[in-house]
């Protein structure tokens, strides 16, 4: 049995008040419209097909190749957004799903309960409401005397009586695709708006004696429309919770999951703790027995395993395992740290490779720079890596003794072993086992094995 799903996507969204359509607005980390993609392809046998209209550029952008877009233009409602697909659809499908792009918390689940109900109704069409007290401007069922479904009045033209009906429109169809292409080239132009409306569907096929399956779904949670950005922020949290939630069955402890913001596609690995305040985004990965917080806020970086970041910035950054950094250190795109590195308060690191077991305690910021094993790069040490036109490269071999307060001039090379003391400026490159000192630093002895000075 094929299955194809439409998202509904072409509306302008007005009463988000945005330059940026209404579709792709973020929620947890993703375009609103992301998230319907996920739980549609949960459901559909078909890669999904999504209608355009409203800056569709921008969406089509977004889209790729996860779905096949069809631009609808001028918008004449939803029965007409969903009359698009008609041509890419017709004769490929048993059945097709029609759902709105405004309502990203439904999942793959309700989408493949909404099939299965459609494949044991002899009728055309299955959809699912839910029973709420707050109607939030939803379309009310009403059902005949028998209960069967009758119809889906758009709540601008239901009367009192329909108004205070408690069974809601959810948005979210499964139809017998035959019926569908045939019924949405009957339904009328409402004389109210002038527009067509998927919801017509509904009692055309009643008018005609067909079994319309209405599946009353129980999580009001998960049929948060967004029409405005009050329900964005309403919607972000139920994602926020639900994010954490499966990620604390899955063996991450949370302090605080109110205060925990983890975004949609990030991965953290068992035993890893999660402080208050923190920011978890885009691609990351987190692996096992780390402490991550409180007050990190950590972008698109892969932090391996037993690592602590402590009131840090990570963006683009990588930590090998056994790493700890903080707090207030910022690594930045390209930053990667290996084993057992230690990077303490008030550090900046970009573009740059710290060997296993480099030490860099306070206040120092190092850029497009190699640094070798068990390095100590001392307090207040800057790689001048910019003359005011191009970047230059530092490199610093294994077990050097950066001093205090070094500003390493690149281009440079400072050989394995070596010290630089305390204020020096290094403008040349500085050979194995040699101490120099002073402004500009000049070497004044070789070093023994193991020097203490
Ligand atoms: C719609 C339903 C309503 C339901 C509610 C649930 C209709 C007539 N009404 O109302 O019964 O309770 O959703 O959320 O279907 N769109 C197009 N092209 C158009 C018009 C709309 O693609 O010409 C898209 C929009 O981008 C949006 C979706 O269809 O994603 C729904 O449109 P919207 O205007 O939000 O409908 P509602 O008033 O919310
Ligand atoms: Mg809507």
């Not at 010290?419 to 500009?440: F, I, Q, S, Y």
Request: charged share 20%; proline share 4%.
């Amino acid at each position: 049995m094929k299955v194809a799903a439409v998202l509904l996507a072409a509306g302008q969204g007005t009463r988000m008040k945005s330059n940026l359509p209404k579709v792709l607005h973020s929620l947890a980390g993703k375009p609103m419209l992301w998230h319907t993609l996920q739980a549609l392809n949960q459901a559909a046998t078909e890669k999904p097909v999504v209608i355009v209209g409203h800056e569709a550029s921008q969406v089509i952008e977004f889209v790729g190749d996860a779905a096949d877009c069809v631009l609808q233009e001028p918008q004449l409602g939803t029965g007409h957004a969903a009359m698009q697909a008609g041509p890419v659809l017709e004769g490929k499908s048993d059945y097709v799903i029609v759902t709105y792009a405004d309502m990203p918390l439904l999942r793959g689940q309700a989408f493949q309960q909404l099939v299965e109900t459609q494949k044991k109704n002899g009728g055309p069409i299955s959809m699912l409401t839910v029973v709420a007290e707050d109607p939030r401007g939803f379309g009310r069922i009403v059902r005949n005397d028998d209960g069967t479904v009758a119809a889906i009045v758009e709540e601008y033209v239901a009367t009192p009586e329909q108004k205070s009906i408690k069974e809601l429109n959810v948005g979210a169809y499964c139809f017998s695709a035959d019926w569908l292409w045939d019924a949405l080239g009957r339904i009328q132009k409402n004389p109210h708006k002038g527009e067509y409306y998927l919801t017509d569907t509904i009692e055309l096929a009643a008018r005609e004696g067909l079994a319309v399956q209405a599946l009353i779904h129980d999580d009001l949670l998960e049929t948060i429309g967004i029409n405005t950005r009050v329900h964005l922020a309403e919607a972000e949290a139920v994602l926020r919770r639900r994010i954490n939630q499966e990620l604390m069955l899955a063996g991450v402890t949370m302090i605080d999951p109110d205060s925990t913001y983890v975004e949609a596609g990030v991965a953290i690995g068992m035993d890893t703790l999660v402080m208050p305040n923190t920011y978890i985004q885009g691609s990351t990965t987190i692996g096992e027995g780390c402490e991550i917080g409180p007050n990190a806020h950590i972008r698109n970086s892969r932090i391996g395993n037993r690592c602590k970041v402590f009131m840090s910035v990570m963006e683009s950054a990588q930590l090998e395992d056994d790493v700890d950094v903080g707090p207030f250190a910022r690594l930045r795109k390209g930053a990667h740290l290996m084993d057992h590195v230690h990077m303490g308060n008030f550090g900046e690191v970009k573009d740059s490779t710290l060997g296993p077991g480099v030490k860099m305690g306070h206040f120092s910021y190092i850029g497009n720079a190699t640094i070798g094993a068990n390095t100590n790069i001392g307090a207040g040490t800057i790689t001048c890596n910019f003359d005011g036109k191009k970047k230059h490269a530092t490199e610093i071999g294994e077990d050097v003794f950066i001093g205090s307060d070094s500003m390493l001039v690149a281009p440079l090379k400072i050989g394995d072993r070596s010290r630089t003391g305390a204020g020096a400026v290094v403008t040349k490159n500085v050979p194995e086992d040699t101490l120099v000192v002073g402004m500009p630093a000049r070497a004044i002895r070789k070093l023994e094995k193991h020097d203490p000075d």
